[in-house]
């Protein structure tokens, strides 16, 4: 029930979920959820769906004398994810790579400024990632000028991400 109520949470003011972008959101939550019997706590969340080598960030404010956790999730196509964090002129500050569909990374001690906290999505599945396309196209509301438009050309996937303090 609990996981419920934060992936209702999480979808409150977003766009709408897709169904491809479901599977990645559901294990974002879970992971968060798990963290905050940690007495960690949910600063910001996001998911896409983004081609294979491709990166998609969401701009954070930090501050030097708070811990940080960075989570991100992908679809069950996604073999390899990494998360990244940059300063607003580009250099790489922390990067966690794994494989398989999730990844975490635990930092503190960055100066306090804004950055851009990513997701990368390294290796896909392709037949699991085509039909993660098939399902955006079938369940899709938007319109058909779109649909064709925002697929994307090679093996894509769904991620998600979440920021937490504590």
């Not at 905050?36 to 294979?52: F, G, H, T, Y």
């Not at 930090?62 to 989570?71: F, M, R």
Request: aromatic share 6%; glycine share 8%.
């Amino acid at each position: 029930m609990a996981r419920l109520i934060a992936l209702g949470l999480a979808l409150v003011g977003t766009n709408e979920a897709r169904a491809d972008q479901l599977a990645a959101r559901i294990c974002t939550n879970g992971l968060i959820e798990d963290a905050q019997e940690d007495r960690w706590r949910l600063k910001a969340n996001a998911s896409w769906d983004i081609d294979e080598g491709s990166s998609q960030y969401m701009l954070v404010s930090l501050q030097s004398d708070i811990e940080y956790q960075l989570v991100a999730c992908g679809d069950v196509g996604v073999e390899l994810i990494s998360i990244v964090l940059y300063d607003l002129r580009g250099n790489l500050i922390m990067k966690s790579e794994a494989t398989g569909a999730n990844a975490s990374l635990v930092f503190s001690g960055v100066p306090t400024m804004d950055y851009f906290a990513g997701v990368r999505l390294v290796q896909v599945t392709e037949p699991v990632a085509q039909a993660a396309i098939a399902a955006q196209a079938e369940h899709s509301k938007r319109s058909r000028w779109r649909r064709r438009f925002n697929e994307p050309a090679g093996p894509a996937a769904a991620v998600a991400i979440g920021l937490m303090v504590k």
